[in-house]
């Protein structure tokens, strides 16, 4: 009998056949959400309801059923389970499934005392990055001349991105080419430097999956005695199957994550260059059609402020300042604690690329307070009162 | 929440639109229970929304406060089951309608609901020949056949592709989603021209239009076949305006595109619907209630006491005999009324709705299941009297018969196949310019910039006025300090905070509906008060 335990690198699989030929890279994380449900380790389990076939939403289920009908990958859609897991108020033990930059959120959410770490088991996925679903609706009609309403999934391989269509064709186009005419990516994800979720109790993913198991198994790194509990448990209730990962896998998935974080270093040069001339005027210019809907607050992962926060009670309607101290005080305010996950870009009505802006005032202070959010317990370098104890 | 550990959750998700505004938002709206408790309501962004891309302005952003603070609490009434509460609602509004004469009756639906709500609506209004009326086709009868001009042409992607943009409508504030398409507009290239009295940023230009100029004499606005010209059509459009931009545009033959946008989320398919309908005006309608011609009115979905501007049109309601009002939300005409029918929140409604472009949006359930209460209490009293009421596929496919559809696509856009007329004539010159008359101790004209929080009676943090640095200096007003507005009549005042702004000096700008201006367009009196705002805060 297997002895899962933290550090463990292993290729899993379910051990029900519909859910391994359905699920992503053989149903590993929908054996382990079933099971802990079965068994009694969580209450609910958060899975992604299909709305249409560029978008899911976030429901929550207590119906080991309804787990393993969710089998099937859908790593491309973009929700906030940050956001969806405080809903809750830490009324339930909680299972979810998160990119890299949701599970930093859930940290940061975590040391703010608003997600309970006891209460959630989090397995992360590997994030090359993410599409807008109104854009890859429009390639995939405009680029690949497909209707959209015969796409099955999408993936991104090898420097394509990969549209499967109903009829088990692939179509492929490169991800440069599209990112070239703004086609591809978020912007963020473009210069995302977490591509592997270590951060969650599970690290999963297809990378590093090799020869007979490609495509019907999951890499997975066991990050914590959580992960290698309820690892364990899904093996022990005949749910998983695994088996060590070879060093060949290893290498594979170690080399796959250290080309994709090459990328995103370059574009990050590239976006974040030094601004010639006025620095506060190019960020005046760039916030000037902001209507003041506070989607952006209301969405971002490392806010923990309710309504009355220092930036909604310092700034007034009545003020007519050139820059809002709204956003001043965002930018100050969230600059240790920015993960960069493009929520805020994703839902501003002005379009106003928040996500760059907060960036850059975070890249610098994150740098030289050796602070990178979300990816350990470490407490935020604004909570600590003398910035000196830091060094 | 006090949940105890083990809770179990269901939970419902909504695929809906924003009844904001007339934009027709995406929007999920998410009910969570936890088990024996309250839900909880949130909303998620639809980023497939061909519409809004997932992005809201901020009454979306706040609609789960809207909803959790407005909304009846019906979650038990499914579908044809209405409870035995509305029943009765329901019979005894049967029995007014029956014993009055149709033109004792007004009914009113401006577009807060679902066309085969509205459908059935009007199905019933047949049945007591009498129209529905939705506050804007008095409008149309003003321009006449110029109305053939303002059906869906332009679609809000033509924006982006638009060389030059006329703006008649501030963007930020009344129609906040267009925000978004004037920015990738002029990214390429575009020359964006707002017409009115305040500088926003995001126009290249900025003219001068008062709101009793005549189009004709600015010689800036010369639209041609690259050109879009955005506008609104509200119960306070002036018609002179709008027979201006639509005889230079299209009279002339430039070849520029018109897009109207619209206050209520289905104004655009109540206003196609009921387009064939004899209607009257909210004024004619107003003054009928007063000299008691109309001894009934039945409100669907639609508060005049919000919409008004008239502060006194709560008194005028209670002159009818007989307040009918089916609503889905708790607003203030369900205070004064006689009879009231509570349906569920339009979240919930199955059906469909047609935003400003011409999209027919399916409402629909992600998880959980739409409900037909309100259209149910439709036929209910269309069953009362004395009628068979259609069923609801029978409704829904003579709505998709109006819009030329088979089934609904939010992905494509309905242009309306209108008949165009060889004779449409110039009807401005016979228009009067909405001004308010002089009125010698007044110093300042007052305009309203119409918002989804006025149009639905929302609280909202805008309660200040803008006016011009000058126009501060000139009446000695002190930062930190409010003014005082006094209206013409000097009877009302009210001490308010004010926003300096790039606006015209001697015209003040609210986004709030104000005591002391009945009309968009008011003369008011402006004077300094000796009150700090945080004390105005305090005494509030």
Known sequence: ?????????????????????????????????????????????????????????????????????????????????????????????????????????????????????????????????????????????????????????????????????????????????????????????????????????????????????????????????????????????????????????????????????????????????????????????????????????????????????????????????????????????????????GQCSDVCPADIPLTKLYRRFANPIQDELNYVPGMDDRTPPFFVSKLEELE | MATKKGTKFSEYVYTTACPGCGFGCGVYLRELYPKGENHILSIDYRKTSPVNEGKLCRFGVTLADYYENAEFCLNDCFDDEIESVQKEAILRAADVLKDVKSSEIALISVGNTTNEEHMAFMKMGELLDAPVNTGVNNIYKDIGKLHVYTAAETTYEDIEHAKTIYLFINPYISYPLLTRRLVHAKRNGARIVYMGLKKIPIACENIKVKPCTSLYEVSEFCPDSESVIISDITPYTNSKRLAEIIEISKLNETGAKLLFMKPFVNSAGAGHLSRHTRQKSFEQIINEIKNGSIRVLFFLETDLINICLNPEIKDVLKNVETLIVMSSVKSPVCDIADILIQTEPFYKKEGTITNSEGRIISLSACTGK???????????????????????????????????????????????????????????????????????????KFIYEMNPFIWHGRRDNNDYIELSPEFIQEQKLLKGYTADITCACGNIVKTTRFKPSDVEPGYIFSQKKQPFAKAPVAKVKIEMTHVHKNEEEKRE
């Not at chain 1, 990055?129 to 995939?140: F, L």
């Not at chain 1, 952006?296 to 309607?317: F, I, W």
């Not at chain 1, 001043?328 to 600059?335: D, T």
């Not at chain 2, 439709?378 to 029978?394: R, S, V």
Request: glycine share 8%.
């Open chain 1, 1 to 341: 009998m297997t002895k899962v335990q933290v550090g463990d690198k292993l290729i899993g699989w379910s051990t029900n056949e519909d859910v391994r030929s359905k699920g992503g890279s053989g149903g590993l994380v929908t054996a382990v959400f079933a099971s802990a449900l079965d068994k009694g380790l969580v209450d609910n389990v958060i899975i992604l309801k299909k709305a249409n076939q560029f978008e899911a939403v976030p429901v929550i289920t207590s119906d080991v059923e309804e787990v393993l009908k969710s089998a099937g990958s859908m790593h491309m859609v973009i929700s906030n389970q940050t956001k969806y897991l405080r809903l809750f108020e830490n009324a339930a033990t909680i299972a979810v499934a998160v990119k890299p930059c949701d599970m930093r959120g859930i940290r940061e959410q975590q040391k703010r005392n608003m997600i309970d770490p006891d209460k959630v088991f989090t397995i992360g996925l590997n994030c090359g990055g993410t599409m807008a679903p109104h854009k890859i609706r429009g390639v995939v009609e405009n680029i690949y001349k497909i209707d959209p309403s015969q796409v099955k999934g999408e993936e991104i391989e090898k420097g394509n991105l990969i549209i499967e269509t109903l009829d088990g064709e692939h179509h492929t186009h490169s991800i440069d080419e599209l990112e070239e005419n703004d086609q591809g990516r978020r912007d963020n994800c473009r210069y995302c430097s977490i591509k592997i979720a270590t951060n969650a109790d599970l690290a999963c993913g297809n990378w590093g999956v090799v020869g007979e198991l490609a495509g019907s198994g999951t890499f997975v790194e066991v990050m914590t005695e959580k992960g290698a509990k309820f690892l364990q448990n899904a093996i022990d209730s005949g749910y998983a199957q695994v088996e060590p990962a070879s060093e060949k896998s290893e290498g594979i998935r170690s080399k796959v994550n250290s080309v994709m974080l090459k990328m995103a270093d370059k574009t990050k040069e590239q976006v974040f260059a030094a601004i010639e001339g006025n620095k506060l005027e190019d960020l005046r210019k760039e916030l000037e059609n902001c209507i003041h809907c506070g989607a952006c607050k209301e969405v971002c992962p490392s806010c923990a402020c309710g309504p009355e926060a220092k930036c909604t009670l310092y700034s007034d309607p009545t003020d007519d300042y050139d820059i809002s101290l709204y956003h001043l005080i965002r930018f100050l305010h969230l600059s240790d604690s920015c993960i960069g996950c």
């Open chain 2, 370 to 444: 739409t409900l037909k209460t309100g259209f149910y209490a439709i036929c209910e009293i269309i069953k009362a009297l004395g009628q068979k009421p259609e069923t609801f596929e029978d409704i829904q496919k003579t709505v998709f018969e109006e819009f030329k559809i088979e089934a609904p696509d939010e992905f494509k856009i309905v242009k309306p196949d209108v008949k165009k007329y060889d004779d449409v004539k110039k009807m401005s010159e016979k228009l009067e310019v909405c001004c308010p008359a002089d009125a010698p101790e007044t110093n300042a």
